[in-house]
Structure formats: structure tokens, C-alpha cells
């Protein structure tokens, strides 16, 4: 089937190319153009490591390797791939990726790491109100969204809005991209959504014993805050957005928050609890569920489970043979109920609390009910908060995706200007203001009205100078229609600094080719890596996949390469005890069915009988293969606990060719290799090797 790209960036990485001197020796060919003794050598070293020694066979081995993934390379180049807009696309991601821990600074990362650790010894539990706004959205949509939370706040701290507040607020809705679209277009619906969410803020605090969940249900754009009313359950460190994890740590339990500003909108935050982080816990659980539109009898059916298997339980029974026998969670039961590790905040709050309430290991829970039905739980084990070094590398791995990695790039720029000696002369910027006057704010301006104060020097980096032409071009690339109360001051001194910072980091950037050798090779690995990808991909993966006509002539030739043993469709009837298994034979050879018997021998326990519908093959089953026709197995099985299992074959199937949806999956992989070996034999008939035998004596 078709390969993981990252397998295939695999084997780019291990092909590492060297920067070539002039003096490097040609080591072969391929096609005449040449391939470097540097190159080859550290893709040889780099491959068999310490191990290699001065074993020329292996030397000789890799060269067919190495020649062919360049001769791969070299199709791909010869059929364009490198030059497709997808390619270079996906190439610039990726060298964004390698670049970035290149553009941040190391001290502030490790300080940033102190702080997350910190912070993950304790958990807290807070309320939000959202509202939101795009990252990068225009002023008037920024300042519309800015005026609404701020509204909701005062609220919350019980100063109601004012009419003259609301029609501010509605003036500027309207004016917001997105409302006044909708409404040229007839259609108000978004307006009144947003304007009713701000005239019910005093309705909604006063029917609200807590102001602050009444207006989240009533006013958050988080859809959750309608059932949740913005509980956002516990959460810890690196569990949210940088900025809304760093004002709930700050604000104390019962206040709320200033706003906030994440990639998601304005927030305000209303703390309810912090606690110790009470760690990670490994617990198993044996369930009686019901669905969520349960009717009460199906309720109490699941109650009365419960309590049968809880008085086992209290009997001595064992905790996993009973979940593996009678738990309703059919992803667990098999493991004796285990869970997987989990945290505060990530199950149902009934049954969080019940786990981590339990001592010791090895306790159980009384019965649990939560929105999904009945569980008893087992405690198997609890890991507290680990040790900063424990865990460094994982945080290190976290932060670097986390937007408080910004910080670290801030410190990056203050050092690169040291570096590049950086200088400026605000004084030249700021003459700028003679010439950006309210037609900047109605998106009229033109950067040429900076003509006339002579294009001084702003700053110089790098040995290069950036002048205030050059500005006024970036302050026309930001311009759009803007509020009149906007501060051009403000605004222009925000644009210069992002100018600035964009300069120097891209600079930076632009020189990791030549500063860090490791990047300039890593980069190159990954080139070559995508190609290679996208060539099998065409010659093969995807061709085998869409080659639908290619495949079905390729199973026809092949078909009985794919054949289904024998098969036997077997019911199999768990029968809590002999007695039940009795009773459950007598009406199997009345010919009952088995929704019949269910319903029957479960009348007064729903623990009497279960069934399992399974299809096996020749050799999966002894008891099934000793008797190999229709119907009811004479032994039965019983189990450790005296429980019994009566299995009946429904139908034999005998062996027969499988279709081609049937096997696909097979097919198309053997396709692929057929493919494979044809493409292969292409290239090494294209692509001819020629070896300078003296050069490659010399490797060692």
C-alpha cells in the first residue's frame, strides 16, 4: 500500500549531501553528471555508523544504494518535479519547521520551560466568555468585538451597559465586515444575533444566581457555553492558548480576569478553583451503559447490572474476569477494563472524582453514575507530577508548538541586531507623521506624499539602509479603512515595529545556510526526500491505486493467490452457569431464535447469557474444527468462573477464491511491488553507473 511520507523522509535523512570543494574527487557518475567522494562517504558513514570499519565489501554493497536513490533524484528532477508550485509549497513548510528553532533564543526557551513546570504542579478550573474575532481582522472588526467583551465585563462586575453604550456598540456592528456584507445582502440575521446577545446582558445577570455563567450560556461565541455556561472543567499547563493559561494562573480563585487576547477572540476568565495537580491515574472500570435517549426501563436494566456484578465483586470475584465477562465497554473489557493514563479534566467529572478518590492501589469504587451509565472503577495506579528533568524534553517538545515560543523570538531579534549592528533614527521615522494624515485612516493614502522629506535613513541592518520611501511603501501595504478615533501616531509606531521585526527575523533566517551547516544539509536531505516521494508516489503508490484496469488484469493472472480458507459462521451463547446452558440446548433444539432466548433466559438477570457472532477460519477454533458442520457443538466450554460457553455453527463455507473488494487491500500492495520492480529496472537501464575505482579505494 501506498508508504507514509515521513518513512520515505526517513530514508532522504539518511542521505546526507556534503557541501563539495573544489579539490573533492569524483567518486562515479551516474549519467555523467558527478557524484562527489565528500558526499558519498558521509552518506556511508552516517548510514552504517561505528560498525563500518575498513570493509570494503560494504563499501561496495552501498554503492548500488546510493547510485540508485541518485539516479530516483535525478528522474524526478528530469520530469519537473522540483519545479511544481505543490513541491516548492510543501518544501517551504517544511524549512519552516527546521528553521524555527534556529529563530528563537535559547535562555528565554529555558525560562519558559521553568514557567510551564510550574505551573503544571497545580490544575485550575475556570469559566470563559468569548467573543470572537480573527487574528488578523480589520480595525473595525477588532474595536466591534473589543467593545462587546468589554461590555459583558462590566457586566459581570455589575455595571450594566448604558443605552448610549449599546448604540455605540451597534454603530460599529454594522460597520464590521462581516455584518455589513450580510446586511447589503438583505439578510440581518448575524446582526440581530449579535445585538440581541448584547440588549439581554442585564436580563441575563439578573435571572443568573452567578452573573458570570448566565451571560457565558447567553453571550460567549464558544457554541459549548449554551450546556457548559464556559466551565472549562480543570486544565493545567500547556493545556490552553499561552495568553488564557497565563491570566488564569494570575487571577485569584472567585475573580475575573481582564480581558484576554488569543487567536481565538476576547475572553474573560472568572476562576473557580486551583488545586494541587492531582496527577496521572491508571484506573480499570467495568460498565453497564445506556444510551443517551435511555428509557427508564433500559436505566434501571443497567442499575440492576451494576449491582450484580458489584455484589460479585464483594464476594470475592476477580475485578478483570468479571469486566471481561460483563462490561458493556467492548474497547476495554478485553484488558480486564483497563483504561488508558489519564488527567484531571479529560472523563466525566462523577467519574474522575470517584478514581482519584480512591487510596491505594488496588481499591474499588461502590457503583458510579455518569451521562454515559453505571461504572465500578479500579484504582491500578497513580503517577504524581514527575520531576522537571523527567519530563524537560517533553515540555521542551510542547512549548516549541506553543505561541509563548513568540518569546523566544523576541529575544532572537534583540540579539541579531547587536550582531548586525543594528541602528536607527526614530527622529527620520517619525517626520513621517507630516505626510500620514485621516486619508491613511480612509485607506486613500499614498506612499509617494513621502517624496518630499528627502528619504532619509531610517535604520540601517546588516550593512544595508532602510529609508523612509521604503516605509511609506510598508505603510501603504497595511493600509485599510480605519475608525477616525484611531491614534495615527499609535498606528504607524505598531506598524514600524512589526516592519522592523519582520526585517531582521527573515534576514536571519535567510542566513542559516550559511551559519549552521547542520540546517544547510538537513534541508537539503529533505528536498531530496520530498522528490523521491513524490516520484514513487506517481510511478507506483498512487498509480497502483487509480490503475483500476491494470489492477483487475493484475488479479485475474494472479486470483488464486487469494483464496478464503474454509470458513464457519458460529454462533456462541456465554451462559452464566450450567443450569442456564441446560436451558439454553433444550431451546436451540426447539429451534429458537436468538433474539427468542435473550429475552427468555435474561428475564430475571441480564447477566444469564450473552452472544457473540464470529466467523472463523480452518485452524482458529479446535472445538469448531473437531466438529466442522451445521450446528449445535456437543462439548461445551466452561470457563474458570463456571460459566459456559454453547457454540453453534450456523453455515460451512468451503475454499473460494476471494473477490477483488475482498482482497484489495492485498492485491494492490502485490501490484505495487510488481510496479516497483518495473520502475526499477527502467532506472537502472536510464541511469548508467560508471565507478572510479580509485576514488572509492580510498574510502575507508
Not at 501616531?489 to 533566517?509: A, H, R
Not at 565507478?691 to 575507508?700: A, F, G
Request: proline share 2%; with cysteine.
Amino acid at each position: 500500500m501506498k508508504k507514509n511520507r515521513f518513512v520515505v523522509l526517513a530514508l532522504a535523512l539518511t542521505t546526507w549531501v556534503s557541501n563539495i570543494n573544489a579539490q573533492d574527487q569524483v567518486v562515479m557518475t551516474i549519467n555523467g553528471k558527478p557524484i562527489y567522494k565528500s558526499e558519498f562517504e558521509a552518506v556511508y558513514r552516517k548510514n552504517n555508523g561505528k560498525e563500518v570499519g575498513n570493509n570494503t565489501k560494504s563499501v561496495r554493497e552501498y554503492v548500488d544504494l546510493f547510485s540508485l536513490f541518485k539516479s530516483k533524484v535525478f528522474e524526478a528532477e528530469s520530469l519537473g518535479l522540483d519545479t511544481l508550485q505543490s513541491f516548492k509549497s510543501e518544501l517551504a513548510g517544511y524549512r519552516r519547521q527546521l528553521a524555527a528553532p534556529y529563530l528563537t533564543d535559547k535562555n528565554t526557551n529555558e525560562s519558559l520551560l521553568t514557567e510551564a513546570y510550574e505551573r503544571m504542579k497545580q490544575e485550575v478550573r475556570a469559566s470563559h466568555i468569548l467573543v470572537n474575532v480573527e487574528e488578523g481582522a480589520l480595525p473595525k472588526d477588532t474595536l466591534a468585538a473589543w467593545t462587546k467583551i468589554h461590555m459583558i465585563r462590566n457586566a459581570v462586575m455589575g455595571k450594566m451597559p448604558t443605552a448610549a453604550e449599546i448604540a455605540h456598540y451597534e454603530k460599529l456592528l454594522k460597520n464590521s465586515t462581516e455584518v455589513a456584507k450580510q446586511l447589503s445582502a438583505k439578510d440581518s440575521t448575524l446582526y440581530k444575533q449579535r445585538m440581541n446577545s448584547v440588549r439581554i446582558i442585564e436580563t441575563a445577570c439578573k435571572n443568573s444566581q452567578d452573573k458570570f455563567q448566565g451571560l457565558a450560556a447567553s453571550t460567549s461565541d464558544d457554541p459549548s457555553a449554551v450546556e457548559n455556561k464556559g466551565d472549562l472543567n480543570y486544565f493545567s499547563a500547556l493545556d490552553m492558548v499561552y495568553p488564557f493559561e497565563t491570566a488564569a494562573y494570575n487571577t485569584p480563585v472567585g475573580d475575573v480576569s481582564s480581558v484576554v487576547r488569543t487567536r481565538f477572540g476576547y475572553h474573560i476568565l472568572k476562576v473557580y478553583d486551583k488545586r494541587v495537580n492531582r496527577g496521572e491515574i491508571t484506573v480499570s472500570h467495568i460498565m453497564a451503559k445506556f444510551g443517551k435517549n435511555a428509557s427508564d426501563l433500559e436505566k434501571n436494566n443497567a442499575k440492576s447490572k451494576i449491582d450484580e456484578i458489584y455484589a460479585k465483586l464483594k464476594g470475592g470475584a476477580s475485578f478483570e474476569d468479571l469486566a471481561r465477562q460483563f462490561s458493556d465497554d467492548k474497547q476495554t473489557s478485553d484488558r480486564g477494563g483497563q483504561l488508558l493514563p489519564f488527567k484531571g479534566g479529560r472523563l466525566p467529572k462523577q467519574f474522575e472524582d470517584a478514581a482519584f478518590a480512591l487510596k491505594n492501589n488496588g481499591d474499588v469504587s461502590e457503583p458510579v453514575l455518569t451521562p454515559f451509565g453505571w461504572h465500578i472503577i479500579k484504582r491500578n495506579d497513580l503517577k504524581p507530577v514527575p520531576a522537571f528533568n523527567d519530563m524537560k524534553t517533553e515540555l521542551k517538545s510542547k512549548i516549541s508548538r506553543d505561541s509563548r515560543s513568540q518569546m523566544g523570538r523576541v529575544a532572537l531579534i534583540e540579539r541579531v541586531k547587536k550582531e548586525y549592528n543594528f541602528k536607527e533614527n526614530l527622529k527620520n521615522r517619525d517626520e513621517l507623521l507630516k505626510v500620514l494624515d485621516s486619508t491613511y485612516l480612509k485607506a486613500t493614502w499614498a506612499a509617494s506624499r513621502a517624496a518630499k522629506l528627502g528619504n532619509k535613513e531610517i535604520f540601517n541592518f546588516a550593512g544595508k539602509s532602510y529609508t523612509q520611501n521604503d516605509f511609506a511603501k510598508s505603510l501603504e501595504s497595511q493600509m485599510s479603512f480605519r475608525s477616525t478615533q484611531t491614534n495615527i501616531s499609535e498606528l504607524m509606531n505598531g506598524i514600524y515595529k512589526t516592519w522592523v521585526e519582520d526585517i531582521i527575523v527573515n534576514y536571519e533566517d535567510s542566513q542559516l545556510e550559511n551559519k549552521y551547516k547542520d540546517f544547510a544539509n538537513l534541508y537539503r536531505e529533505y528536498r531530496d526526500g520530498i522528490l523521491l516521494f513524490d516520484l514513487t508516489d506517481q510511478k507506483v503508490w498512487s498509480k497502483a491505486v487509480k490503475d483500476t484496469a491494470g489492477l483487475r488484469v493484475f488479479y485475474e493472472k494472479n486470483k488464486t493467490n487469494y483464496l478464503w480458507d474454509e470458513r464457519a459462521e458460529v454462533t456462541i451463547y456465554k451462559c452464566l452457569n450450567e443450569k442456564i446452558a441446560k436451558d439454553l440446548r433444550k431451546m436451540l433444539k426447539e429451534g429458537k431464535s436468538e433474539k427468542v432466548i435473550t429475552e427468555v433466559l435474561n428475564k430475571t438477570s441480564q447477566l444469564n447469557v450473552s452472544v457473540e457472532n464470529i466467523t472463523y477460519l480452518k485452524g482458529e477454533n479446535k472445538a469448531v474444527d473437531a466438529s466442522w458442520k451445521v450446528g449445535v457443538i456437543e462439548n461445551s466450554q466452561i470457563e474458570k468462573d463456571n460459566s459456559v460457553r454453547v457454540m453453534v455453527i450456523d453455515k460451512v463455507l468451503p475454499k473460494t477464491p476471494k473477490t477483488i473488494g475482498e482482497c484489495r487491500g492485498n492485491v494492490t500492495a502485490d501490484y505495487q511491488t510488481y510496479l516497483d520492480a518495473e520502475w526499477l529496472a527502467y532506472l537502472k537501464n536510464k541511469y548508467q553507473v560508471k565507478i572510479n575505482e580509485d576514488v572509492l579505494s580510498t574510502i575507508k
